[in-house]
């Protein structure tokens, strides 16, 4: 490292470009005046004070009352503990109040939106984070067992493990035993007359009341396999949909 690396990392941790200048050249030269410090720092004399003052106002820089005024930085130690402190609150700080209009803004958009996933990992994603939501039920359907394993299957796990009640449906014995073995989870032999023939790679419902279905687009990728789920809450569109896949597919809740 040298001393570009060390002033732009100083700068990460919130300082000013003169500031970190001359952080580090009272690191060089323990007390300073501000000619001794422009000197090292090749910052301009009247910068000094400035960027002094405001490091004196973060408690990085002690300064004397003397003629002429000398500053000196406070012990490494403290200054990482302030600059480190500093960086934490105000990432804490900053990340709640996003998380607030975010949550804000989630709530305006929910409604009557329908959402576009690309990619079996994404898609994979999105259906444990709508499990993880579950307060009542969930219904998983698929015919493919790599569809329930890794992070899908711990999720259907831990749902039903706070009590949702978890059914994977599904025309396919080795489904419907790799769902049988996770604890709490009810497999549910979907019909061969009632088994969709349309590319379906995976259906999920949560709570009456979110829809997820995903296609294999095979025309839009050589091998034929590339994954497109959408996905929508709290609408009239998953509203009818839910009740179809439900009533059509795997119906184990009016029972």
């Not at 503990?81 to 709640?96: A, K, P, V, Y």
């Not at 039920?137 to 796990?157: K, S, W």
């Not at 990728?221 to 009818?240: I, K, Y």
Request: hydrophobic letters at 45%; charged letters at 25%; proline letters at 4%.
């Amino acid at each position: 490292m040298d001393d570009a690396t060390a002033i732009e990392g100083l700068e990460r941790l919130g300082l000013t470009s003169y500031e970190a200048q001359v952080f580090l050249a009272l690191q060089k030269l323990g007390t300073a005046t501000a000619s001794e410090v422009g000197e090292v720092a090749d910052v301009p004399r009247s910068q000094v004070y400035g960027a002094a003052e405001r490091l004196e106002e973060r408690g990085l820089v002690e300064t004397r009352q003397s003629t002429p005024t000398a500053f000196r930085a406070v012990s490494l130690g403290e200054a990482r503990s302030r600059l480190l402190d500093d960086l934490q609150e105000t990432g804490t700080r900053t990340f709640e109040y996003l998380e607030t209009v975010s949550e804000s803004r989630e709530a305006d958009e929910q409604t009557e939106a329908i959402w576009l996933v690309e990619g079996d990992t994404a898609i994979a994603s999105r259906v444990v984070e709508l499990v993880a939501d579950a307060e009542d039920h969930v219904l998983f359907g698929t015919d493919d067992p790599a569809m329930i394993d890794g992070d899908v299957r711990a999720a259907l796990e831990a749902a039903a493990a706070r009590g949702v009640t978890v059914v994977v449906g599904s025309n396919d014995p080795g489904v419907r035993e790799a769902a049988a073995a996770v604890p709490g989870v009810e497999p549910y032999a979907v019909p061969d007359e009632r088994s969709p023939d349309v590319g379906v790679g995976r259906i999920l419902v949560v709570d009456d009341r979110t829809i997820l279905l995903s296609v294999f687009a095979s025309q839009t990728v050589p091998d034929g396999n590339e994954e497109v789920a959408f996905w929508s809450a709290d609408s009239a569109f998953a509203a009818v949909l839910v009740e179809f896949i439900q009533d059509w597919f795997l119906e184990p809740f009016g029972d």
